[in-house]
Every structure is written in structure tokens, then in C-alpha cells.
């Protein structure tokens, strides 16, 4: 029997890998909530309902975790026994902190002009460095490399992402 | 080996008994209850055909009357005679920009608002509560007896405050509430259902007093809210307004009286309802003094006065779609929703901005009743498994909780999938601190003083540590109707900190058990009745329940077990027909603590073998 509280993967029945199929994922995670969902108890006892809630928050829970690849890739890497970082992580390389620093100084600039075009600029660059860092990840968690590079490219996407969801976060209030 | 099981003949559950289940969309302006008849969901009107019960209640002298009973004494009594109390759910005085709106005797009380009416002085709880005795009373005859379970609609911005608001006002009305769902979502489902819809779909729905978007992807059966966003206090009535005041304007009229301006605020209404067919609209009223207003609206004045409101709705469009990181163009269909959706400068915005025509071709005032009445036909467990689905909603805004320097951390994201729990640790300031204060807050602003303050915890019974030490893991639990719980506990030493809640701008559970009293008029015998009729149903739930899952997984227990649960449910039995309602009570709590393991087990099994059954399905396609 598959024991509820164990790997977000397992519950999937997926394999644990950074690169695997999303529609696959996206089958398993409905076939499971139409099977767990507090739906399916409404006339249940509460005893049925509360467990009904728990494993349906869990099965949303493990979907989000999967289903992005930030916290994919932190989720391998705790599943390694690493402890992923978020992005106050100090220890990355000097000259990633240097240019996202100035992304994010370009970006502050351009939201004070209002200039919108720049702001998509930056944020489409961000972005994209990040698909790149996923490509590297893949290679590399799913190639069972080193777990200290491998923690850094991690905590580099981390902040990454941020950084992209931020500039965003800037684009919308000037579209507001 | 599995002893197969074998129920006593009386003791089977009737296969075929079909529940009495209806959907209620609870409008600020109309609200309507809805029911799935021969596999069809219909509006159940009243005597004279009439579909729509008008949101409006009257407290008057020989009691209490609502719907169009009510309606026709608004302008004679409009202190006593409440209309759009849904704009007052869950909200505090402070928070009405518009109490000026409102002719009632407002109570300046600490939490929501209170009214003073002949009756006494009325909470929006109780309001709602008399406007949901009245749905439940034409269903009840309708369907020729009791009603066994019921969806209620909510606008899918509706924050924990007003959801919570609306569940107790379910509860004062003695109405066993399936399900909260959001209007939108109620709308997509009967609107997907008839049409066999696939791909991403926008529903704009703008009611009386509210508005919501909601994007969703409909595939195979199953809803899936993408991301929704609103405005909880702009509708159909604030178009009802601004010709109101436009009349004043131009037909220059004095501060006018309560029963005045109510007058004046129908006839403004009225024209806003011609203008959707008419090129101008005549406003002709006589006033108390008897001074006659007789001015023409055209459909140029309204669109130029109303211009702002309509744009006021296509911010939050846009915000949802980017949530859902959407373009307008993977948008297949924008489905109207709420009678305000039938002004035609409202189709045309909405039609430029998705760049097609919006979908209109099912009632706007129905569709969400429709929607809700399907949805409590599945939950109470009358549909066949060949029309079932799988809905999966969201949380429509941020929950965080206030840190330091006023700052609110979130916990759990606005558009996140419910149910979701999400656990945040905490440590003591103080060495030997017991206890800590959590205030809980909604919103997506960055300080506390701009979010919605829901409720602040005391957490209690903490072990007394060195500061730092103690690691409380406060737990924070959004269920399937929106609604928020909180639990903490202490996780070096496991010891469960006690929650009280105290809720901002809701009722206490004291509060309610007040009003429930009161609706009974102080008859003891009303309420022990109520109790034991209560209990007695849920003893039955209960029951059936766990025959049921007894005879489809009883082979997970092991004797002792077993012959713990079938004491439990023999104590049970022992006792329905009693009519002590505590003891009855605590047989139930035995029952529910004797099978809670069993229930995580047969969860287990079901997971199991959802993920078995997807394999062979993938293998054979």
C-alpha cells in the first residue's frame, strides 16, 4: 500500500527526476483529488470529512511542489538531504549576486520612469536565464551529480525566479 | 481472509432514495433556489411562476415578511425594510464608504454591523437568516419535505469574514450547508455541463452589489480554477446610484426624505433596466410633498454617467488573467453572469476587451442557482457516475499574519487550490513565555493596516522554555468552502496550544447561540427539540457511513479494532431513539474518534488504487 505520507513522487506515481512528463502529472493529480477531494464526503462522518480535507490539501500541496520547477528542484534536493535555501542564500558566486543586482537596480529605474517596455525587457531576461539554469538542472540532478553545485544552481534559480516574479510584480502596478 | 459482511435486510440503505438537495444563490439583489429534477436542473418558482425572491426583508408590525411582500413596504417603511444586506456581511461600520446610502438606524457595534428595526436590533446574519428560512420554506414545499443538504452561492471574492458570515447565516436558518461555492464557479459548472465546454473560460459576473472574474480550464469533467479576483462592493446598485444622483442633480431636489429617496431609487432602477431594450428611459416619481420628478434618461447620459464603473470592473480582469498567466486571446468564451451583465455598455466593454462577443445565451440571473443546485445534487450523492466531475477552487486572497513592524507575512497565496494547509513556525520572545498572540489578516498588501483583519489568536499553554527554544507550528487550514482554521502546537515537546479565536468582524460562537435562542422566542423545548433533532441526524450519517465502510474495507482492521467500532455504533444505535441530545451527541464523538484511524486507512487504499487504476488506463490507451 502507498503510505500517504511519503514522496510527492511516489504519491504520482512518477519517477523522481527534475525533467519528466507534466501531462502525466497533471492526469495523476486529478485522478487523484476526484478520488480524495472533500467532495467525494460531503455526506461522509467527520471523521471521513477531516481525512478527506488532509489528503486533499496534501495531494494540492505535493502537485505545487512538483508542478513548478523552483520548488522542484529544491524538492529533489531535499529528498537528497540537502536543505534547499531560499534566495537570502549568501554563498552564491559574487558575479551572479553582481548582474542580479543590477537587473534589479535597471528595473527599480524603469519603474520610476514608468517604462514598461524596459521592465518586460528585464523580466523576459531573467526569465529566460532561468530556463537556461532548468536545462542545466536537469543535467544535473537528473544526472546524480555533486550535491554543492547542484545546491548553488539551485539557490541561483531561486532567486532567479524571484527576481522575474518581482519585475513582474513592477509591470503590473504600471498596467493598473 | 476477509470475512465478507452481510447487513441485517431493515438495515440497508435504500439504493435508490434520492436526497432532497437545492442550490440558493443568496443575491444582493434577488436571490433564487434551484433544484435537479429528472436529471435537470430547475428554478423552483413561487405560487404565482415567479422565479426570483427579491433580497429585501421587513420587520413590521405583524411580523416579518420578505421577497415581494417585502418589496412592496420599502417605500412606505424603508427604515424597516432592508434591501442589499449582502453588502453588510462581515463588514464594520468604518468599512461602508456608502452608509450614507442606507436610510437604517445603523449600531455602531465593535465587528460587523448592526441594524435597529422593529424587531430588535438585527445583525446581517439574521437578515440573511430570514431570507434563507423563506428559500427554504418554498423548497421544502416544492419538493415535499425536508431538505437534506444545500449549496449556498458566495461572490468568489467574498473574504473569510463574509463566507463565514454567510455559513451562519445558514446555520440560524436551520439550513444543513453541503457546500459554500463561489457564484462564478456555480455559473461555469452549468454553463460547461450543458455545453460539453473544453479550453479556458472567463466568467465575468457582475451581480447587484458584487463583482467577480474567475478564469477557468474546463477539461473532461473537471473545473479547475485558474485565478479569480472581484470587487465586493461594486454592482448592479451602484449603477442604480449614479442615475439616482444624476436625477438630483438635474431636477434639482432638496435633501430628500428616507421614503423619498427610495422612491426615487426604484424609478432609477427601473430606467436602468429599460435602457437595456429602450434608446431613453422617463423618470416620473411624485415625492412626499407632492413636488413631481419628470425627467428622461437617455442611453448616452447613462453610459457617460456609469463610464467609470464598467472600468472599474476591467482592472480586476486584467489582475486575474495575469494571475493565471493568461492573454486575453487564450480566453475561448467569456460567459455573463448577474443581471447587471444585461446593460449593454457593460457587453460592449467586455466584448473589446476580449476581442469577441461574450457569451449570453443562458439567463443571467439563473445560471448561478442552476449551477449550485447541479453541484448539491452531486454532493448529496444523488448523481450518476456517468455526469460526474471535479471541481477544484481557489482562495481569492492572500492569508497572512501580522510580523513585526506591522507587516503582514503571507501563508497561504490568493489563488492557491483548496483545500490548502500550510504550517509556519514561531518562537517565544520571553524566557518561560506561555502564551502568544497571532493576528491573522487577508489581503495582498504589504502592511497590516491596509489588509482585512480577520481574527487575532491566543495561543495558550505553551511549555515554559528558554526564549527561542519553543518551535510553535501554527497551522493554517483553508477548507473546501474557503473558510480558514487555525491550530498550533509546540513541536519540541508535542503539547497542543489551545486556539481561541476572536473573530474581527464575525460572530462569536456565543453570539450565534444567542440568536439561535432568540429566533426560538425563549421556548427551551424549541431548541431541545432542535438539538435532538440534530443529532439524531447526524447519528444517522454517521451510522450509514460507517456500515458503508465497514462492508468496503473492513479488512483493514484487525479484530479488536473492529470490535471497537462495532461497540461504538451498537452504543450508537442504542441511543437514537433516546431523546437525551447530549448523550446522543457524545455517541456520535465516540463513533467519529473510534473510525478516525479507519478513515486515514481507507484513504490510504483509495490512493492506492486511484494510482493503480490511472496506470492500467495509461497502459491501454
Redesign the interface.
Known amino acids: 500500500?502507498?503510505?500517504?505520507s511519503g514522496n510527492y513522487f511516489d504519491?504520482?506515481?512518477l519517477p523522481p527526476a527534475f525533467r519528466f512528463d507534466v501531462g502525466?502529472l497533471d492526469?495523476?493529480y486529478?485522478?487523484?483529488?476526484?478520488?480524495?477531494?472533500?467532495?467525494r464526503f460531503?455526506?461522509?462522518?467527520?471523521?471521513?470529512k477531516?481525512?478527506?480535507?488532509?489528503?486533499?490539501?496534501?495531494v494540492?500541496?505535493a502537485?505545487?511542489a512538483l508542478k513548478d520547477p523552483v520548488l522542484r528542484a529544491q524538492y529533489l534536493l531535499s529528498l537528497r538531504g540537502v536543505e534547499a535555501v531560499g534566495e537570502s542564500d549568501t554563498r552564491l558566486p559574487f558575479e551572479f549576486l553582481e548582474r542580479q543586482l543590477e537587473r534589479r537596480e535597471q528595473a527599480s529605474d524603469a519603474q520610476a520612469a514608468r517604462d514598461a517596455r524596459t521592465l518586460s525587457a528585464l523580466r523576459d531576461d531573467a526569465r529566460s536565464e532561468a530556463h537556461e539554469l532548468e536545462d542545466l538542472l536537469a543535467q544535473l540532478l537528473d544526472g546524480g551529480d555533486g550535491d554543492s553545485t547542484v545546491r548553488t544552481r539551485v539557490s541561483e534559480l531561486t532567486f532567479l525566479a524571484k527576481l522575474a516574479d518581482d519585475i513582474?510584480a513592477m509591470l503590473?502596478g504600471i498596467?493598473? | 481472509m476477509a470475512l465478507l459482511q452481510i447487513s441485517e435486510p431493515d438495515e440497508a440503505p435504500a439504493p435508490h432514495q434520492r436526497?432532497r438537495a437545492i442550490g440558493i444563490d443568496l443575491g444582493t439583489t434577488n436571490s433564487l433556489v434551484a433544484t435537479v429534477r429528472n436529471g435537470l436542473a430547475v428554478v423552483l418558482p413561487d405560487l404565482d411562476g415567479r422565479p426570483l425572491v427579491p433580497s429585501i426583508v421587513h420587520y413590521g408590525e405583524r411580523g416579518i415578511d420578505t421577497g415581494y411582500a417585502a418589496m412592496s413596504q420599502q417605500t412606505r417603511d424603508p427604515q424597516n425594510t432592508i434591501i442589499s444586506v449582502k453588502r453588510l456581511m462581515g463588514r464594520g461600520l468604518a468599512d461602508l464608504s456608502d452608509a450614507r446610502r442606507f436610510p437604517y438606524h445603523f449600531v455602531e457595534s465593535p465587528g460587523m454591523v448592526r441594524i435597529a428595526t422593529r424587531a430588535g436590533v438585527k445583525s446581517p446574519v439574521e437578515i440573511s437568516a430570514d431570507l434563507l428560512r423563506a428559500l427554504k420554506k418554498r423548497a421544502t414545499e416544492a419538493l415535499a419535505g425536508a431538505i437534506d443538504?444545500a449549496v449556498v452561492t458566495v461572490p468568489a471574492y467574498f473574504d473569510d469574514a463574509q463566507r463565514q458570515a454567510t455559513k451562519d447565516a445558514a446555520r440560524l436558518a436551520d439550513l444543513p450547508v453541503?457546500?459554500l461555492l463561489n457564484e462564478p464557479t456555480a455559473a461555469a459548472i452549468a454553463y460547461g455541463l450543458d455545453n460539453a465546454s473544453e479550453g479556458v473560460y472567463a466568467v465575468y459576473d457582475l451581480g447587484g452589489g458584487t463583482f467577480d472574474i474567475s478564469i477557468l480550464r474546463l477539461s473532461r469533467g473537471?473545473f479547475e480554477v485558474l485565478a479569480t479576483n472581484g470587487d465586493s462592493a461594486l454592482g448592479g446598485d451602484d449603477f442604480d446610484h449614479r442615475v439616482f444622483c444624476w436625477v438630483i442633480e438635474v431636477a434639482h431636489l432638496p435633501p430628500l426624505s428616507p421614503s423619498d429617496a427610495r422612491l426615487l431609487l426604484v424609478k432609477a432602477r427601473e430606467a436602468k433596466e429599460n435602457l437595456s431594450e429602450h434608446e431613453s428611459a422617463p423618470i416620473l416619481a411624485t415625492l412626499h410633498g407632492g413636488q413631481v420628478v419628470n425627467v428622461t434618461l437617455t442611453k448616452a447620459i447613462f453610459t457617460e454617467i456609469t463610464g467609470n464603473l464598467v472600468a472599474k470592473t476591467l482592472?480586476p480582469v486584467?489582475?486575474a488573467l495575469?494571475d493565471a498567466k493568461l492573454q486575453t486571446t487564450d480566453v475561448k468564451g467569456v460567459v455573463m453572469v448577474g443581471g447587471a451583465t444585461r446593460m449593454p455598455q457593460v457587453r460592449r466593454a467586455v466584448a473589446e476587451f476580449f476581442g469577441q462577443p461574450p457569451l449570453t445565451n443562458l439567463n443571467p440571473d439563473e445560471v448561478v442557482a442552476l449551477g449550485a443546485a447541479m453541484q448539491a445534487n452531486?454532493?448529496?450523492?444523488n448523481r450518476e457516475s456517468r455526469d460526474?466531475w471535479?471541481?477544484?477552487d481557489v482562495i481569492p486572497l492572500s492569508l497572512g499574519i501580522e510580523t513585526m513592524g506591522g507587516l503582514s507575512e503571507k501563508i497561504i497565496p490568493r489563488n492557491?487550490?483548496?483545500?490548502?494547509?500550510?504550517g509556519q513556525t514561531f518562537t517565544t520572545a520571553k524566557d518561560g513565555q506561555t502564551a502568544m498572540s497571532v493576528h491573522v489578516v487577508q489581503g495582498e498588501r504589504e502592511r497590516v493596516a491596509d489588509c482585512r483583519s480577520l481574527a487575532r489568536f491566543e495561543l495558550r499553554g505553551i511549555p515554559p522554555m528558554v526564549a527561542g527554544a519553543a518551535r510553535i507550528l501554527v497551522t493554517f487550514?483553508v477548507?473546501?468552502d474557503g473558510l480558514l482554521d487555525v491550530s498550533a502546537r509546540e513541536e519540541t515537546t508535542g503539547v497542543e496550544a489551545t486556539v481561541t479565536v476572536k473573530p474581527s468582524y464575525g460572530l462569536t460562537d456565543g453570539e450565534i447561540a444567542t440568536m439561535l435562542s432568540d429566533s426560538f422566542a425563549h421556548a427551551a423545548e424549541d431548541m431541545q427539540a432542535r438539538a435532538l433533532l440534530e443529532a439524531r441526524v447526524d447519528a444517522e450519517?454517521?451510522a450509514a457511513?460507517?456500515r458503508t465502510?465497514l462492508a468496503a474495507d473492513g479488512d483493514l482492521l484487525s479484530a479488536d479494532e473492529r470490535a471497537a467500532i462495532d461497540a461504538a455504533l451498537r452504543a450508537l444505535e442504542a441511543m437514537r431513539e433516546g431523546s437525551d441530545h447530549v448523550a446522543l451527541r457524545g455517541a456520535v464523538e465516540s463513533?467519529?474518534?473510534a473510525?478516525?484511524d479507519?478513515?486515514?486507512r481507507?484513504?490510504?487504499?483509495?490512493?492506492?488504487?486511484?494510482?493503480t487504476?490511472?496506470?492500467v488506463d495509461?497502459l491501454s490507451s
Open positions: 500500500m502507498i503510505n500517504f504519491l504520482f506515481g502525466a492526469r495523476a486529478r485522478q487523484l483529488q476526484s478520488e480524495v477531494h472533500p467532495d460531503a455526506g461522509g462522518s467527520d471523521a471521513e477531516r481525512v478527506a480535507l488532509q489528503s486533499s490539501a496534501r494540492n500541496e502537485y505545487r513582474d503590473a498596467e493598473d | 436526497k443538504g453541503l457546500r473537471v482592472q486584467r489582475r495575469r452531486k454532493l448529496a450523492g460526474d471535479l471541481l477544484l492557491a487550490t483548496i483545500p490548502v494547509a500550510r487550514e477548507d473546501a450519517q454517521i457511513a460507517t465502510a463513533l467519529n474518534r473510525t478516525s479507519f478513515a486515514a481507507r484513504m490510504n487504499r483509495i490512493v492506492a488504487g486511484a494510482l487504476g490511472r496506470r495509461a
